[in-house]
């Protein structure tokens, strides 16, 4: 027999094993100072792509003063215990209704995190004998809460309808055996890549086939839509969505998320989502906080039209340029370029470094091999002067890229990888 920790000791994961080289500059960054389009990384000046702060909220100083008086009244204690038993306020509940109202549906119940929240409303919403058909490409918290379904699951191609009927088929037969139902959840926007689930025509699926949809729109609430009621509201179809998600971690520039739906399937959720039950109430504060955001994604549509206009200015920039930005449809802006991951490393380190520009990167195991994705987040905090100083910045990276500087750079890395 082996001690438990040996294998820790001898591998620490497939991103673990980079920490020596990644760590503190690509994996666990220090951003430093108030959150914004320009933060500090090491002491530098960058302009940040990296946050997903859509609508600029994060800093707005009247949020800040909402935030802070809230923290004064209530401090952070505030309600204790889960909402079931002692955790329960008016605040919470009035929170609840405006959320519902905002995103078209007939009721809605607060989560803590949108993580614990996700893996807690597919665990409540399936039994044994049900189905589950998800995106193969969804978020680890879907992944995750379909881990802990005791029955069958289809996986289909990402975003890829042809799959999606031939797995619905599938599970049609399956549950005809069973008895039970079927389960189909995607992503209002994939956050990787940027494009939206394409809600539309699984929602026409419903014509031939018996299933419930579950939405995880974390992306696309508040910058998406007339409203900014998220992808369901973009593609016509906010009406057909069962279950709807959204996090408070992103528009909301906060902690905490929320489902809504059908007054009787809330009902049913509130009495059975275990990371609600027996988990601390969301802290006042935050509730007092979303509120106030809230309100202004209701009253203040200027704050997404200056996202798109930065979305619509970097996107357009980078395809006028040549960049392959893919088949993104939404805020989330990706950048493919070739190249091996010591070449990746050396490109990000020219950007953060010579020209300030601060992106997420994103490699192999996550996309295929040879492939470099730079992955920008436009905010509502952003200028035309960041758009073009960083179209600039990718002109240049490219061109190294190409002329094979950073093969160069990174010769001694790539010996040791290969070592
Ligand atoms: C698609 C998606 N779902 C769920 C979550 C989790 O939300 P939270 O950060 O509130 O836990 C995230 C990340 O924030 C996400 O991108």
Same mark, same amino acid.
């Given at each position: ?195 939206? /689930? ?31 009621? /998220? ?189």
């Amino acid at each position: 027999m082996r001690d438990l920790f040996d294998k820790i000791y001898k591998d620490k994961g497939p991103l673990g094993k980079w920490a020596a080289q990644a760590e503190g500059y690509f994996v666990f960054p220090k951003l430093e100072g108030p959150i914004s389009n320009r933060m500090k990384f090491r002491g530098k000046d960058v302009i940040t792509w990296s946050i997903n702060d859509y609508l600029g909220l994060a800093n707005n100083e009247e949020v800040r003063k909402v935030d802070a008086a809230a923290a004064a009244e209530y401090g952070s204690a505030y309600p204790m215990g889960a909402r079931m038993m002692s955790g329960h306020t008016s605040l919470h509940e009035q929170l609840q209704t405006e959320l519902a109202a905002f995103v078209k549906k007939e009721a809605a119940y607060l989560l803590n995190f949108g993580y614990q929240g996700m893996v807690s409303t597919v665990d409540a919403l399936v039994a044994k004998d049900d189905i589950i058909v998800y995106d193969v490409d969804a978020h680890a918290c879907i992944i995750d809460g379909v881990r802990l379904h005791m029955g069958k699951r289809f996986t289909y191609k990402h975003n890829d309808i042809e799959s999606i009927e031939k797995n619905l088929q599938r599970a049609t037969k399956l549950a005809e055996q069973t008895g039970g139902g079927i389960l189909l959840i995607s992503e209002g926007v994939f956050g990787m890549r940027g494009e939206q /689930g394409r809600l539309k025509e699984i929602v026409a699926l419903k014509e031939k086939y018996n299933f419930r949809l579950f939405v995880d729109d974390a992306h696309g609430f508040g910058t998406l839509g007339a409203t900014g009621a /998220g992808a369901g509201e973009e593609q016509g179809v906010q009406d057909q969505i069962d279950v709807y998600f959204a996090t408070f971690a992103k528009s909301m520039a906060s902690t905490g998320a929320f489902i809504a739906a059908d007054q009787e399937i809330i009902d049913y959720l509130k009495y059975n989502l275990r990371s609600q039950m027996f988990a601390k109430s969301l802290q006042m504060q935050l509730v007092v906080g979303a509120l106030k955001r809230l309100d202004m994604l209701r009253t203040m549509p200027e704050l997404r039209e200056k996202l798109w206009e930065n979305v619509n200015a970097l996107q357009n920039g980078l395809k006028k340029r040549g960049f392959d930005i893919g088949t993104t449809q939404s805020c989330v802006t990706p950048v493919y370029l070739k190249g091996s991951i010591p070449e990746a490393m050396a490109l990000v380190k020219d950007l953060r470094e010579n020209h300030g520009i601060f992106c997420s990167i994103v490699v192999y195991p996550v996309i295929p091999k040879g492939l470099i994705l730079l992955r920008l987040i436009p905010t509502a905090s952003h200028n035309l002067q960041d758009v073009e100083e960083t179209l600039d910045a990718f002109s240049s990276i490219r061109e190294r890229l190409e002329n094979g500087t950073y093969k160069r750079l990174s010769a001694g890395v790539q010996a040791s990888m290969e070592a």
